[in-house]
């Protein structure tokens, strides 16, 4: 009795990478230039920095000192005082806390908004995309920082206020990149395959579309996250952000504007601690869009 050998369907299941490839690829993009790399170890440093801030901060960072009002670098405050006599570099150290936890949770809660939204509207289409066209295009005709300011007006000040703002802010961009990577994946083979052997809508959603549109929206993730910190230290410099005395890299700008010509250093180095982050996450995710882009 012969037996009859197992049919294999290659297009009903969608191509993916293995993550080790995937892995190789983002190290090597990383390795072959220096900006790159300098990029990833900044990421990495402040990453670190923000986990370790209670072990890593000399002084505490809301402690005031009378008797040290705008000190300059010196060996007891590497980074001198503020106007209150709180240790600068204690409170870079803190404030890179706050920005990384304000950066990761505003991404991810604009990002599982927008995902599951443009995921949706793509896949179904017909009123439930033309609605969500409608409400991206409008939202999207605020500019991102002004969206943010105006809902972090309405829920007032605080950690979680900002949170919420920017995460809501990033949503229709993440809709909407979202809903086009949708559309270029739906009518693919393996996706025709999976649904003519009855799978759900659900299971070709999480299984096939999603995964082969994951790609561009870690990239996006990634510039965002660097966008997310600067809104929020904006948000904090214009007095809706983090209150005081939470050390925040924007709020410490603010503070030192009015000493910027007598005691430069006070909104210096937190200013300088932005631009450096913020540049790192923009490079860095330059690096992830060339690991994924399958022309390279």
Same mark, same amino acid.
């Given at each position: ?19 080790r ?60 005082t ?7 570099l ?27 939204l ?19 295009? @409008? !939202? &999207?005709?605020?500019? /991102?920082?002004? +969206? ?8 007032? =000040?605080? %950690? *979680?206020?900002v ?45 096939? @579309? !999603? &995964?082969?549109?994951? /790609?561009?929206? +870690?990239?996006y ?6 966008? =997310?910190? %600067? *809104?929020?230290?904006?948000?904090s ?42 540049l ?17």
């Amino acid at each position: 009795m012969s037996t009859v050998p197992a049919v294999s369907h290659p297009h009903t299941t969608a191509p993916r990478a293995p993550v080790r490839a995937l892995w190789w690829r983002v190290t090597r993009e990383v390795r072959r230039n220096r900006l790159r790399g300098a990029s990833a170890v900044v990421v990495v440093l402040v990453l670190l920095t923000a986990l370790a801030a209670p072990r890593l901060a000399p002084n505490d960072p809301t402690q005031m000192n009378f008797g040290h009002f705008l000190e300059p670098p010196s060996w007891t405050h590497p980074l001198g005082t503020d106007d209150a006599g709180r240790d600068i570099l204690s409170r870079v150290i803190y404030g890179a806390r706050v920005s990384m936890t304000i950066g990761v949770l505003a991404v991810g809660l604009g990002a599982a908004g927008g995902v599951s939204l443009g995921l949706a509207a793509g896949y179904h289409g017909g009123a439930a995309d033309a609605a969500t066209v409608w409400l991206t295009d @409008v !939202l &999207l005709s605020f500019p /991102g920082i002004l +969206l943010a300011l105006l809902i972090a007006i309405v829920l007032g =000040a605080g %950690l *979680t206020p900002v949170i919420v703002a920017i995460g809501i802010a990033s949503v229709p961009s993440f809709a909407r990149l979202t809903r086009a990577s949708v559309l270029s994946v739906r009518g693919r083979e393996y996706v025709e395959a999976s649904r003519a052997i009855g799978a759900s809508d659900l299971r070709i959603i999480m299984r096939h @579309v !999603l &995964l082969n549109s994951i /790609g561009p929206i +870690l990239v996006y993730a990634t510039l965002v996250l660097g966008r =997310a910190i %600067l *809104t929020a230290a904006a948000l904090s410099f214009l007095g809706v952000g983090v209150p005081p005395p939470t050390p925040d890299w924007g709020a410490m700008v603010a503070e030192g504007e009015n000493d910027v010509r007598t005691a430069p250093h006070v909104a210096l180095f937190p200013g300088i601690a932005i631009a450096i982050t913020v540049l790192a996450f923009n490079v860095l995710g330059d690096a992830l869009r060339d690991a994924l882009d399958p022309k390279t």
